[in-house]
């Protein structure tokens, strides 16, 4: 399973900074790809924002975050991070985290097999 380490909410101003984290434990986080997900107010599907291959070399953003979120991983501790900057009005959303074994489409939620409980960011004046 995944565990967020924050699973409260979180609230934010326009142009701040936050990180996510979550931890894994039960399935073999290390050769596992990782990925962020959020899913906004208004929308009714989760938007794929960060993904990250087992080793942390290889890492893929959506066109709404990349320059302002890095994806990482500590595997000897089973963590999975997300550092967000310059934080937008639109980044408000639910955020999860995500691990997959055999990743063909990092972009499509139906693919991964364990998943966070998801973590609530606003962004608010």
């Known amino acids: 399973q995944l565990q967020p380490d924050e699973s409260w909410g979180v609230l934010v101003q326009p142009g701040g900074s936050l990180r996510l984290s979550c931890t894994a434990s039960?399935?073999?986080?290390?050769?596992?790809?990782i990925a962020w997900f959020r899913q906004a107010p208004v929308k009714n599907y989760c938007e794929a924002v960060a993904?990250?291959?087992?080793?942390?070399?290889?890492?893929r953003y959506s066109d709404t975050v990349n320059g302002r979120f890095t994806i990482s991983r500590d595997n000897p501790k089973y963590t999975a991070y997300l550092e967000m900057n310059n934080l937008k009005l639109e980044d408000t959303g639910v955020y999860y985290c995500?691990?997959?074994?055999?990743?063909?489409?990092?972009?499509?939620?139906?693919?991964?097999?364990?998943w966070g409980q998801g973590t609530q960011v606003t962004v608010s004046a």
């Open positions: 995500a691990a997959d074994a055999l990743l063909n489409n990092w972009r499509s939620a139906g693919e991964y097999d364990f």
């Open positions: 039960g399935f073999g986080f290390a050769y596992f790809s």
């Open positions: 993904n990250c291959a087992s080793t942390g070399y290889y890492k």
